[in-house]
T-cell receptor, first 112, second 113 residues
Framework: GDSVTQMEGPVTLSEEAFLTINCTYT??????LFWYVQYPGEGLQLLLK?????DKGSNKGFEATYRKETTSFHLEKGSVQVSDSAVYFC???????????FGQGTRLTINP | KAGVTQTPRYLIKTRGQQVTLSCSPI?????VSWYQQTPGQGLQFLFE???????NKGNFPGRFSGRQFSNSRSEMNVSTLELGDSALYLC????????????FGPGTRLLVL
């Protein structure tokens, strides 16, 4: 079945460091790919998405590129801030399934 | 537009009781999905409703049920609560097409004692 695998956390970085959170997926067909972020005590917020191969999603300085050849959708940010501290979830949605399949989440902590 | 709203935000119940959670989608959205989030199992899909019909169901026991009303608002019900049902229950809405973005509410945190 469909699955998403994220790099294990927690990840701790200093402010202004470069961030990469790895995400790979297994799915039939051509899923849409998403990154969601969850701040403490809140629900999920969409961070970015990509709907086809080679698409790049971007938002708030975060980027991720849909790589079909490596079935990956890694999240990157060039310079993180303390306010980026949260849990990040990679997810996919496959045509006809009407549901999101999530990775296990990666907890990110940014120290000043 | 107002976002997805969920009520109540917090709930404490005891084993054996039942609970009903409510979700109001974004205006114009006809699809509502429910997810359970726990530290051990992560985010798991419960079910999805579109135009008052359940279109998809996750791998949960029959104690978990839901419904959707004509105004697209949705409720989920859990009967005979177990300790393991303690979780954050998240509702998400979308307009209705397959691979559109789902927008999440703040969740209802359920604690079963």
């Amino acid at each position: 079945g469909d699955s998403v695998t994220q790099m294990e956390g927690p990840v701790t970085l200093s402010e202004e460091a470069f961030l990469t959170i790895n995400c790979t997926y297994t799915a039939t067909g051509y899923p849409s790919l998403f990154w969601y972020v969850q701040y403490p005590g809140e629900g999920l917020q969409l961070l970015l998405k990509a709907t086809k191969a080679d698409d790049k999603g971007s938002n708030k300085g975060f980027e991720a590129t849909y790589r079909k050849e490596t079935t990956s959708f890694h999240l990157e940010k060039g310079s993180v801030q303390v306010s980026d501290s949260a849990v990040y979830f990679c997810a996919l949605s496959r045509a006809g399934a009407q549901k999101l399949v999530f990775g296990q989440g990666t907890r990110l902590t940014i120290n000043p | 537009k107002a976002g997805v709203t969920q009520t109540p935000r917090y709930l404490i119940k005891t084993r054996g009781q039942q609970v009903t959670l409510s979700c109001s989608p974004i205006s114009g959205h006809r699809s509502v999905s429910w997810y359970q989030q726990t530290p051990g199992q992560g985010l798991q899909f419960l079910f999805e409703y579109f135009s008052e019909t359940q279109r998809n169901k996750g791998n949960f026991p029959g104690r978990f049920s839901g419904r959707q009303f004509s105004n697209s608002r949705s409720e989920m019900n859990v009967s005979t609560l177990e300790l393991g049902d303690s979780a954050l229950y998240l509702c998400a809405s979308k307009i209705g097409q397959d691979q559109e973005t789902q927008y999440f509410g703040p969740g209802t945190r359920l604690l079963v004692l």
